[in-house]
């Protein structure tokens, strides 16, 4: 009963989601006609690409009742690493490879703290936040550095099939694989059953070390190839590349109807908040509405999206309560 309500309450969010998704579609074109146009749906897609990727991870990471508030100063240390090597004569594939193998460093470190250590993830993947940012600082100091190969750049700017980049590519192969492993296997089982009760999963037979442990090197390796691409498109690479993106990510993440004490949500709404989120900023892009008001927006939003939950849940239970005569204890 209790696993049929927890799905009927995400069908009503999901609902709901799809209702402000038409809501914020019928604004956006109604206020601008290009909004439509198949540039510019492309174009919304293209510009917050490498975040939305991120978010694919964050979602199991926070289902799993954990956070990696670090995901986007590893984008910028793949990033600068990346520059760094290239600009010191090392082949560009090397570089790729090296990046990627940063961001699994920075997972295998946030995941040892937090799944054998036993640190909160909270206060873990803040220090990483600080402390990857630093070193990326480190790497490329006050400096731009660019002038990447031609076949890199176009990796983050040319489209392959049809209007659609790598990244977009990627992105879409990742959806499908993160929906299969959260979804339809042993190991998303897993992921739920520990983020609702870690010591539930362990009595249960559940390696719960080893399943945080993979989380975070998946979240470290999904945010530095985010940040490769990053670079990619933007044929350049600063210190403070991607800084601030992890709002948005765990924005997306939890207006998807994620709890952020982990074992519920589904990617099915977290691809809706996507859509949200980005017809939102591209909505205000069109409208020339600055930065500054963008991220007070989405702010906003991040409030919203753990206040309602929360606030529909105790709605919930007492309704219930009263109903079925079900006494609170």
Same mark, same amino acid.
């Given at each position: 009963m209790l696993r049929s309500l927890n799905r009927d309450t995400f069908k009503r969010w999901e609902t709901l989601l799809a209702v402000i998704l038409v809501v914020v579609v019928?604004?956006?074109?109604?206020?601008?006609?290009?909004?439509?146009?198949?540039?510019?749906?492309?174009?919304?897609?293209?510009?917050?690409?490498?975040?939305?990727?991120?978010?694919?991870?964050?979602?199991?990471?926070?289902?799993?009742?954990?956070?990696?508030?670090?995901?986007?100063?590893?984008?910028?240390l793949s990033a600068c690493l990346i520059a760094n090597l290239y600009s010191h004569g090392v082949s560009m594939q090397v570089c790729i490879l090296a990046g990627l193998g940063a961001g699994i460093l920075c997972g *295998?470190?946030? @995941?040892?703290?937090?799944?054998?250590?036993?640190?909160?993830? +909270?206060? /873990?993947? #803040?220090?990483? &936040? !600080?402390?990857?940012?630093?070193?990326?600082e480190m790497l490329v100091e006050d400096k731009s550095i660019g002038n990447f190969p031609d076949w890199f750049n176009q990796l983050g700017q040319k489209a392959l099939v049809g209007p659609l980049p790598l990244s977009m590519i990627i992105?879409?192969?990742?959806?499908?694989?993160?929906?299969?492993?959260?979804?339809f296997s042993g190991f998303g089982r897993y992921i739920y059953v520990v983020g609702n009760s870690r010591e539930a999963a362990r009595y249960s037979g559940v390696r719960v070390r080893q399943v945080k442990m993979i989380l975070f090197v998946i979240s470290g390796f999904i945010a530095s190839l985010a940040g490769i691409l990053y670079a990619a498109r933007l044929g350049a690479v600063r210190a403070s590349t991607a800084q601030g993106f992890e709002l948005d990510i765990i924005t997306?993440? *939890?207006?998807? @109807?994620?709890s952020i004490f982990?074992?519920?949500?589904?990617? +099915?709404? /977290?691809? #809706?908040?996507? &859509? !949200?989120?980005?017809?939102?900023?591209?909505?205000m892009n069109l409208l020339s509405i600055t930065g500054n008001t963008q991220s007070t927006v989405i702010g906003i939003l991040l409030i919203l999206?753990?206040?309602?939950?929360?606030?529909?849940?105790?709605?919930?239970?007492l309704w219930n309560r009263r109903r079925f005569g079900v006494q609170k204890e």
């Open positions: 019928v604004f956006n074109t109604s206020q601008s006609p290009v909004f439509l146009q198949t540039d510019n749906l492309v174009n919304l897609f293209v510009l917050h690409i490498e975040k939305i990727i991120v978010a694919l991870a964050m979602t199991l990471v926070i289902i799993n009742s954990e956070i990696d508030l670090s995901v986007a100063s590893v984008m910028g *295998l470190f946030n @995941g040892f703290w937090v799944a054998y250590v036993g640190l909160p993830s +909270l206060v /873990v993947t #803040l220090g990483g &936040l !600080i402390g990857y940012r630093g070193l990326a992105f879409f192969i990742l959806l499908i694989v993160f929906v299969v492993v959260l979804h997306m993440v *939890l207006l998807g @109807g994620v982990g074992g519920k949500g589904t990617l +099915l709404g /977290v691809s #809706l908040s996507i &859509l !949200i989120v980005l017809c939102l900023r591209n909505g999206s753990v206040l309602i939950p929360n606030l529909a849940s105790d709605a919930q239970g």
